[in-house]
Nanobody, 123 residues
């Protein structure tokens, strides 16, 4: 079992920045690929970014590429999502997730999920 707790969400103006953190506990963090997903009201949960267990491979949704950066610190059992140039359409609850094996964009392949942190971008 892996427990995940997100933090760092909040209200920010368009063009601003936030850094989300996801702290993991339980099994060895470095064994897991990690992902960030988001869900806006009335919409399905969608992929944002993913990172391999080593941090050497990352993936991004087209909508955030060039603005968001995923990273991890295995010594601290934490994964981060640096979000720059935020837009109102980035408003959503953001979730981190963990999976065995390789990092993917597919939400159904992730085994463990956090409770989410709300990000609201005002125009």
């Amino acid at each position: 079992q892996v427990q995940l707790v997100e933090s760092g969400g909040g209200l920010v103006q368009a063009g601003g920045s936030l850094r989300l953190s996801c702290a993991a506990s339980g099994r060895t963090f470095s064994h897991y690929a990690m992902g960030w997903f988001r869900q806006a009201p009335g919409k399905e949960r969608e992929f944002v970014a993913a990172i391999s267990w080593s941090g050497g491979t990352t993936y991004y949704a087209d909508s955030v590429k060039g603005r968001f950066t995923i990273s991890r610190d295995n010594a601290k059992s934490t994964v981060y999502l640096q979000m720059n140039s935020l837009k109102p359409e980035d408003t959503a609850a953001y979730y981190c997730a963990a999976k065995n094996g390789i990092a993917t964009r597919v939400k159904y392949e992730y085994d463990y999920w956090g409770q989410g942190t709300q990000v609201t971008v005002s125009s």
